[in-house]
């Protein structure tokens, strides 16, 4: 069966500090993969996906940045954060054409300080 | 106006009740629909997922889509306080390349009390 992790589960940054949130999926080749927010109270916004390796495609300009440097791998960063970047973030998974459902992890909760 | 609508709750029931949620759409071209559940400080997980209008069932749980209507519900049966949790509707649109962009509601939270 597939799996799907992400690590760490919580993180707390000093504002102004790096940040690598790493997704691997396990039981499964040429996954599509996707990095969410998800603000309290609100639903989820979807950052980025990868139907591939090195291939990446942005939903909403902002402060992060994703690659794929293996294909069930997928890192979630930023060079500087802001204290806007604090939230639960988590990363997705799914099979084939674009009607199948998405799996997810049980997240990264992320608090700048 | 929001693409999918959803009462965000809270909704407090007595334990065996019968649940419903429910999430309202605009875009008649949604084709795929998904609910799921998600517990505090977890991932969603995969309770439903269903692309045509009528209902499917899965133990305690009936999913129901009615497209002339652009709604969609969850109901569940005999509910349980291990049902506690945020439940979250979601809907995909028919994708030409790989790769599936859902649309969420806002998610509703479900208190069951024993």
């Known amino acids: 069966s597939q799996t799907i992790h992400q690590w760490p589960a919580t993180l707390v940054q000093p504002v102004g500090s790096p940040l690598s949130l790493e997704c691997t999926v396990e039981?499964?080749?040429?996954?599509?993969l996707y990095w969410y927010r998800q603000a309290a109270g609100r639903g989820l916004q979807l950052l980025f996906y990868?139907?591939?390796?090195?291939?990446i495609s942005s939903e909403v300009p902002q402060n992060l940045s994703a690659s794929r440097p293996q294909d069930r791998q997928f890192i979630l960063s930023s060079k500087k954060l802001l204290l806007s970047d604090s939230g639960f973030y988590l990363c997705a998974w799914n099979r084939g054409s674009g009607n199948q459902p998405q799996h997810f992890g049980d997240g990264t909760r992320l608090s700048i300080l | 106006q929001k693409e999918v609508e959803q009462d965000p709750g809270p909704l407090s029931v007595p334990e065996g009740a019968i649940v419903s949620l429910n999430c309202t759409y605009s875009n008649s071209a949604f084709q795929y629909f998904m609910w799921y559940r998600q517990y505090s400080r977890k991932g969603p997980e995969l309770l439903m997922y269903t692309y045509s209008s009528g209902n499917k069932e899965d133990g305690r749980f009936t999913a129901q889509v009615d497209k002339s209507s652009k709604y969609i519900s969850l109901f569940i049966r005999d509910s349980q306080p291990s049902d506690s949790a945020t439940y979250l509707c979601?809907?995909?649109?028919?994708?030409?390349?790989?790769?599936?962009?859902?649309?969420f509601g806002e998610g509703t939270q479900l208190t069951v009390n024993p």
């Open positions: 039981g499964t080749s040429n996954p599509n």
């Open positions: 990868s139907v591939g390796i090195g291939q």
């Open positions: 979601a809907m995909i649109l028919p994708q030409g390349t790989s790769g599936s962009r859902l649309t």
